[in-house]
């Protein structure tokens, strides 16, 4: 079945975009079917994967309104098996638009329940198994949206000393969701990320996101390298610029990572 | 008279708490008075400068729903001539607290209208003439509350990719806020921050940057640098921290520079 996580964390440039893409593109080059949600009204996973700002006709705010579906808002990207609904500033007015309606934080996971029993009718190469939901740093409407409509989330952490700071935050945040909105909810796992070996900074954020969330932190850590932050400015996912750099290999072993935890659900 | 300024990039981790804080530090090492509201709901500032979370009883957010003002909301920090209103994660519950106020936006505006006509009836050092406001990474009732509160907004730019595709539209953003709810409202400066000077992806975000604002971007560039990174984990501001690191001369320089801008005002 479909396996739908959210990618959040509502401090500021902590690599959810990033982790988005790159997991979703390692997801992929394993044989898994992905489509990457981009809720960010910045629309960086839709950037970084190559969509030109012009072929956003169609956005994630018009799944949210009900206007269309994920399948036919979704856009084929330059990695085979990866589909992309995309995200721009329209996305600024969701809160506006979607007001005072009393469905307003479940609207994506009615997307998400019609697009399951679509796939009934259609060929399988029209279906996905994993969904990623890029957010935007805040706990807001959108990312209420992503939250319940998602099975768990990853939550991205840099290994920088502010990063800690809202950690508890969003736990607390997530056990409110769960006893509330949506019972499922879960955290999938917590991926140290920007980590620099040469630095006891990292090492320390790092013993402390491990004492804090125990086991739930993946084995697997995203090294800080020039690599990753240059392939956006190729519209190209990591794994497509540079495959042999250390980036690309450590999101290829999170995603195999991941599959073993899924395995166990 | 005060100068208010808003710290303000929607783009999330760019380095606007960091540049709140030290460029505050700078310009009470230089002599001027300097009051910091810290109103993202992260509390990053408070943290950097110091300020334990059982000490922030008063936050932003009383000064936001009118209980006080800002100087009695203020607390001391470890730096001669900055004062700090510090921030929490109550402020997550500002918009629904303003809810339908036909004022919600303008009550940051007049707690600073407040505390200017109260300067009169006060003596000298319970005065202020530069306030920075450090908001979070979004375009919501916080950040909007600071862009009608400011004379002018400094823009933290990281001198990454992704950090391109946001700065036009928070330039659109300033020019509708000038056009309807603050006449005045400026860019007073863009700061590149975080710049590596060993990367080409640096320079030609750089260049970017430049093309795009003009002579609105500031002399001084911020380069990355690990003792910033490390400076809040001792809950210190760089310059105590470290004063003679690249980081903390740079932003030594950079308070030099918005002086003189501000001369010219
Ligand atoms: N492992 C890494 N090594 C070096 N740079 C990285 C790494 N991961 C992310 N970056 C860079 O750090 C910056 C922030 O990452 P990213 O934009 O993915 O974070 P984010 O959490 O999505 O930010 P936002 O909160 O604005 O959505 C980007 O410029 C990105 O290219
Ligand atoms: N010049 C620099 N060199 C190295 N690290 C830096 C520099 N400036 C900021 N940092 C680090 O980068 C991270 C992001 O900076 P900061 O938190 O100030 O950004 P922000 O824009 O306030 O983030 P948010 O969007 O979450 O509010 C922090 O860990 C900070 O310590
Ligand atoms: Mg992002
Ligand atoms: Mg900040």
Redesign the interface.
């Known amino acids: 079945g479909l396996r739908v996580l959210a990618v959040a964390n ?5 690599g959810k ?1 990033t982790t988005a893409i790159n997991l979703g593109t390692a997801l992929a080059a394993i044989g898994e079917k992905v489509l990457i949600l981009d809720l960010d ?4 996973a839709s ?2 994967l190559g969509i030109h700002p012009d072929s956003r006709t169609r956005t994630s705010l018009d799944v949210l309104t009900g206007e269309i579906g994920l399948l036919e808002a979704a856009l084929p990207t330059a990695v085979p098996g990866l589909v992309i609904v995309p995200g721009n ?1 329209d996305l ?1 007015g969701a809160e506006s638009m979607l007001g005072n309606d009393a469905n307003r934080a479940f609207r994506l996971r009615d997307a998400v329940a019609k697009v399951i029993s679509e796939f009934r009718n259609r060929p399988p190469e029209d279906s996905f198994n994993y969904m990623l939901i890029d957010c ?5 409407l959108l990312t209420l949206n992503a939250m319940t409509a998602s099975h768990a989330v990853l939550v991205p952490v ?1 290994c ?3 990063a800690l ?2 950690i508890s ?1 969003l736990k607390e945040t997530i056990d409110q969701i769960r006893g509330t909105l949506n019972p499922g909810l879960d955290i999938q796992g917590v991926v140290l990320t920007m980590h ?1 070996a040469r ?1 006891t ?1 990292s090492r ?1 954020v790092a013993d402390n996101v491990r004492s804090f969330f125990g086991p739930k932190v993946y084995e697997t850590v995203i090294p800080r390298n ?1 690599r990753v ?2 392939a ?2 190729h519209g190209k996912p990591l794994l497509l610029y540079d495959f042999d750099c250390a980036g690309s290999q450590a999101y290829i072993r999170l995603a195999t990572e991941i599959i073993e935890r899924e395995r166990q659900y």
Chains 1, 2 share one sequence.
Do not use: R
Request: proline content about 11%; aromatic content about 6%; cysteine-free.
């Open positions: 509502q401090k500021g440039g902590v975009t009204p910045q629309g960086n950037t970084g500033s600024v935007p740093p805040s706990l807001n840099q920088e000393f502010f700071e809202g935050q620099d630095t900074l320390e020039t932050a240059e956006p400015s």
